[in-house]
């Protein structure tokens, strides 16, 4: 079965960055892209951007544009997100989620990791 | 970039009640839009794709229709596990927007 398995709590101070791993299995990694969506506490869902785990292309939201690296190590079946030059507004759940089978930023996501708490403070 | 808006923000229904959420895309999208719904301290779960596909597993009483910019997601009969928090997201193309989100609880 798909899994994405995400990695543990962070705490951060302001300036500092984070990278968050999203370990799969159950799926052809490669096959597939991943999205990274976020959650502030008691806000909505964001979506932050995509990458192509078959090429690295990448899309990113408009807003996170030169904060945010997102990368995968298809060795090792992992894709990650890093955030640079963190704020207090950044303080969120950040969730990896499975997009549509292709190398194009689509598709809905069926498959989430658990998702990781980044805390910003100083 | 296209906005996805959702109304209303929030509702309080009784059980058995049917509810509607609407979604409207500010382009239009087809009929790549997806629903999920999210519990407190949860991982939001999907429940629709192709604005009317029921994603295996969840229950009849969900429902979604709709093409274009103008989309609803229907409860036929409130339950009390329905309580949670639903978002609309399109999926055509980047970047992949959720709506706002409506939050659904018992009256």
């Known amino acids: 079965q798909v899994q994405l398995v995400q990695s543990g709590a962070e705490v951060k101070k302001p300036g500092a960055s984070v990278k968050v791993s999203c370990k799969a299995s159950g799926y052809t990694f490669t096959s597939y892209g991943i999205s990274w969506v976020r959650q502030a506490p008691g806000q909505g869902l964001e979506w932050m951007g995509w990458i192509s785990a078959y090429n690295g292309n990448t899309n990113y939201a408009q807003k996170l544009q030169g904060r945010v690296t997102m990368t995968t190590d298809t060795s090792t079946s992992t894709a990650y997100m890093e955030l640079r030059s963190l704020r207090s507004d950044d303080t969120a759940v950040y969730y990896c989620?499975?997009?549509?089978?292709?190398?194009?930023?689509?598709?809905?996501?069926?498959?989430w990791g658990q998702g990781t708490l980044v805390t910003v403070s100083s | 970039d296209i906005q996805m808006t959702q109304s209303p923000s929030s509702l309080s229904a009784s059980v058995g009640d049917r509810v509607t959420i609407t979604c409207r895309a500010s382009?239009?999208?087809?009929?790549?839009l997806a629903w999920y719904q999210q519990k407190p301290g949860k991982v939001p779960k999907l429940l629709i794709y192709?604005?009317?596909t029921l994603q295996s597993g969840v229950p009849s009483r969900f429902s979604g229709s709709g093409s274009g910019t103008d989309f609803t997601l229907t409860i036929s009969s409130l339950q009390p596990e329905d309580v949670a928090t639903y978002y609309c997201q399109k999926y055509n193309s980047a970047p992949l927007t959720f709506g706002p989100g409506t939050k659904v609880d018992i009256k």
């Open positions: 989620a499975r997009g549509e089978r292709g190398s194009a930023p689509k598709g809905y996501f069926q498959h």
């Open positions: 382009q239009g999208i087809s009929n790549y």
């Open positions: 192709a604005a009317s």
